[in-house]
């Protein structure tokens, strides 16, 4: 199969770079006058010389493929068909490939190679972004997968709604992405903005994904977003430490603040075959010290969201709000692992809404109706490690700690001296075991053995 390369291949081109099969279909052709609903002139002119250059019909190819050994309703933009762009026959399309996945009940892939809404047809070109939204709106309610693999470019309303609106999205190195096109950008813009790259750094895409590594990584995603049956709890990790249980309030304090102590990313490791990260929070934030996405175990997907022992930023809890809400929309239960001393809390992230984050993710978990599991591997500081906590499916391990405030911050709150920092943790009873006897945890875990109650 020929590469996937940023430099305007074909729509069956870029098919045949990760389908081993594909069936194409064809919705029934409208009648329409022959330059357009606009009588744009030359406008049917400029169709016949896209057609004859391309040997396509339109911008928008669309059917049932198979990657990797999963099927899936493929659809592919044609960039040399009039620069991709969206027209009404394309709408047609758009709408007949997401009718077709929600028959079918298939993922929808996209191929997106697009400029945007064909001028030619002004207002009726432009009505097909709402035709899109609103055919993928209806995927949405249905609990299909929706993925966006974004090639070079993709820009305008295009980007806006099949790209962008995918519950996952990838793009290939280099390609151009961004609401403006290259021609109607700032004259100042910069130009890092509008890469595949900048997309990512920005927490607008999830991963930029070599052409030659693009078949196996749509086979892992179209795996991981495909559920057939009730989704089961996610089994509780087994604990990668030794340490025993902590005498006291400051003693389990110090476990959990030790740098040596097991972290998030050795947890996912040891728990997972394989993870397909979900970055950023769509709203130009990510945060690097939550991670994000979902993970295949025993073949299994499991929907996942690991706090990785710093303050957790506002992007962080909007991006695992986002993994949360779509687990439970597709079916896939969900792991997530508590560890920070806290929300963050400086005066940037209360400029972006701190407390509006944290809110969606306990209303995310609280709706969710997919089963929750989480184990808190280290500090469990506060609203903002409760947030993430699955009530009445939490457990702890043996260097964790969970508190409703640090106790230095709880002694200072009290008008305490330094000398009472320790017994105010004793008095918080925030120590595995207390948690267990106080009914917030349901079992201290153990490594290589059954969890303890």
Same mark, same amino acid.
């Given at each position: 199969?020929?590469d ?19 069936t ?8 329409a ?11 049917a002119? #400029? ?53 077709l ?9 996209s ?5 945007? @809404? ?15 939204a ?29 790209g ?17 096109? #290259? ?7 910069d ?29 892992r995603?179209?795996?991981?977003l495909?559920?057939t ?14 340490a ?14 030790a ?7 050795a947890? *996912? ?7 397909l ?13 939550l991670?994000?996405?979902?993970? *295949? ?9 690991a ?15 986002r ?12 792991l ?16 972006a ?11 995310? &978990?609280?709706?969710a109706?997919?089963p ?9 500081? #506060?609203?903002?490690?409760?947030a993430?906590a ?13 508190? &409703?405030i ?7 709150? *009290?008008?305490r ?5 320790? @017994? ?10 207390? *948690?267990?006897e ?16």
């Open positions: 199969m020929p996937v390369r940023c430099d305007r291949v074909s729509a069956r081109e870029a098919i045949a770079a990760v389908a081993g099969s594909f194409e279909h064809r919705p029934s052709a409208r009648p006058p022959p330059d357009g609903p606009l009588g744009w002139s030359g406008y002119e #400029s169709r016949a010389r896209a057609s004859a250059r391309t040997g396509e019909e339109e911008s928008v190819l669309y059917g049932t493929a198979v990657v990797e050994g999963r099927e899936c309703v493929l659809v592919s933009f044609e960039f040399g068909f009039l620069g991709g762009s969206l027209g009404g026959r394309a709408g047609d399309r758009l709408e007949a490939a997401h009718a996945a929600g028959e079918r009940r298939l993922p929808l892939v191929l997106v190679a697009t400029g945007g @809404s064909r001028m030619q047809e002004g207002m009726i070109a432009l009505i097909q972004l709402q035709r899109v609103r055919a993928s709106a209806r995927l949405r309610a249905e609990g299909i997968a929706r993925i966006a693999v974004l090639r070079d470019p993709a820009t305008g309303g295009g980007w806006a709604t099949v962008a609106g995918a519950d996952v999205v990838l793009a290939l190195p280099g390609a151009q992405i961004g609401f403006a096109g #290259s021609r109607v950008r700032p004259a100042d813009a130009p890092y903005a509008y890469t595949a790259e900048g997309q990512l750094a920005a927490g607008q895409i999830d991963a930029v994904v070599a052409p030659d590594e693009l078949p196996a990584t749509l086979g995603w179209l795996t991981a495909t559920v049956g009730p989704a089961e709890p996610a089994p509780v990790p087994g604990a990668l430490s030794s025993g249980l902590p005498a006291t309030g400051w003693d389990a304090v110090e476990q959990a603040r740098a040596a102590r097991p972290r998030a990313q947890y *996912l490791d040891a728990y997972f075959d394989h993870r990260p979900l970055n950023g929070d769509r709203c130009g934030g990510r945060d690097p010290g991670l994000c996405g979902v993970g *295949l175990r025993a073949g299994r997907p499991v929907a996942y969201a706090q990785c022992g710093t303050a957790t930023r506002p992007a962080g809890y909007r991006t695992a709000a993994v949360i809400r779509l687990a439970d929309r597709l079916g896939l239960p969900v997530t692992l508590v560890d920070t001393p806290g929300a963050a809390n400086d005066a940037e992230a209360e400029r809404g701190a407390g509006a984050a944290i809110a969606e993710v306990f209303a995310a &978990v609280a709706d109706r997919v929750v599991t989480t184990l808190v591997i280290g500090e469990g500081g #506060s609203g903002g490690a409760l993430l699955a009530p009445g499916n939490t457990h702890v391990t043996a260097d964790s700690y969970f508190s &409703v640090a106790p230095e911050l709880a002694a200072a709150i *009290l008008k001296g330094p000398d009472e920092v320790r @017994s105010t943790a004793d008095e918080l009873r925030l120590r595995p075991q207390d *948690l267990v106080l009914g917030v945890a349901r079992s201290v875990v153990r490594p290589a053995g059954p969890p303890e109650g």
